[in-house]
């Protein structure tokens, strides 16, 4: 049997924006696996992360140094965002960016350091967000490293169970063709899965991330699909 660990949520006491999502330890510093090696689920609302939320909730896997959820929260300031990433340095500067721009003031936009995957197995409840967002993730090139991908079955059931009915959107872009064709071959196979635009859509609302800026400028080549989750 696989074991499950407790993860605890906490805010951040220094920057308001930012959430540790992290294992629970003991003294040892090692995490403390659940007696019956069940989930560690959390009484958890977005209200929680984003006090005046209008219910207008999106995801952002991966979002790096904050550049596409600092402009895409700026654009719409009637929508919430929550950004994520497992690094502590980037989840940072992505707060610092939104606290610059005067996005941490505005309160609707927050970023998730931890493992996104078990934060929406265990803490997000079902048919609460809007659409999710993933661009130019880590392609973990080495295929010893291919397990540590995100899109797998098991991370689409959790996209599908937390998108509210109605137009479930996921974007995805990328700049590694071979973990493209992977992911497009993952979401072909999953059962509600429909591809409507494949590797041709444009930025989201006209907005490039950091690495995107960087790549195109190298001249590689771009691939962007749009994924809708039927019910």
Known sequence: MIPEFYRDLSQDPQMK??????????????????????????DFTWK?????????????????????????????????????????????FAHERMEKRGIVAQGNAAMLRGDVFYFLRDAVKDNTVDAFHMYFPDPWPKERHHKNRLLRPDFLDEVARCLKPGKRIFYWGTDHKEYNEIALETFDAY?????????????????TTGFERKYRKEGRPIYRSIIEFEK
């Open 48 to 92: 929680d992360m984003f006090p005046n939320e209008n219910g207008h909730i999106e995801v952002e896997i991966g979002s790096g140094k904050g550049n596409f959820m600092t402009d895409y929260a700026e654009k719409h300031p009637d929508y919430f965002i929550m950004g994520s990433e497992w690094d502590f340095t980037w989840a940072a």
């Open 191 to 207: 059962p509600t899965c429909k591809v409507l635009v494949r590797n041709t859509a444009e930025p989201t609302e006209g907005i």
């Open 17 to 42: 924006a930012l959430w540790h999502y992290v294992f629970r330890t003991n003294g040892d510093r090692k995490p403390i696996k659940t007696p019956d090696g069940k989930p560690h689920k959390l």
